[in-house]
Nanobody, 127 residues
Framework: QVQLVESGGGVVQVGASLRLSCAAS????????MGWFRQAPGKGRVFVAA????????YYADSATGRFTISRDNAKSTVYLQMNSLKPEDTAVYYC????????????????????WGQGTQVTVSS
């Protein structure tokens, strides 16, 4: 079973940038689609972005489109989320997750389609 460890979160001001990393160990995730989700205080976990196993396809939530970029380095078994122009509403715990289902066609936005999750990294955007 894979272990996913997120890092790169922190406290930043409005308009700043952060790059989150999700390092996988125990099992290579190079063959699997990966996703980023976030959970704000008192709210449910929601989809942010996803990337295909090859990196050739990406998909973003409306809130992330144009500001966030998901990428991956399969040689390092790491997935990234570059976040620019951060806003207070981006404040949340950010989680990465792995989708192992080979029957899926396209990138999944439903968190229940993802099997393994990291512990999350806190992002706080202050105004």
């Amino acid at each position: 079973q894979v272990q996913l460890v997120e890092s790169g979160g922190g406290v930043v001001q409005v308009g700043a940038s952060l790059r989150l990393s999700c390092a996988a160990s125990g099992l290579s995730v190079s063959s699997y689609d990966m996703g980023w989700f976030r959970q704000a205080p008192g709210k449910g976990r929601v989809f942010v972005a996803a990337i295909s196993w090859s990196g050739g396809s990406t998909y973003y939530a409306d809130s992330a489109t144009g500001r966030f970029t998901i990428s991956r380095d399969n040689a390092k078994s790491t997935v990234y989320l570059q976040m620019n122009s951060l806003k207070p509403e981006d404040t949340a715990v950010y989680y990465c997750a792995a989708d192992y289902n080979p029957m899926h066609r396209g990138l999944m936005t439903d968190l229940y389609e993802y099997v393994d999750w990291g512990q999350g990294t806190q992002v706080t955007v202050s105004s």
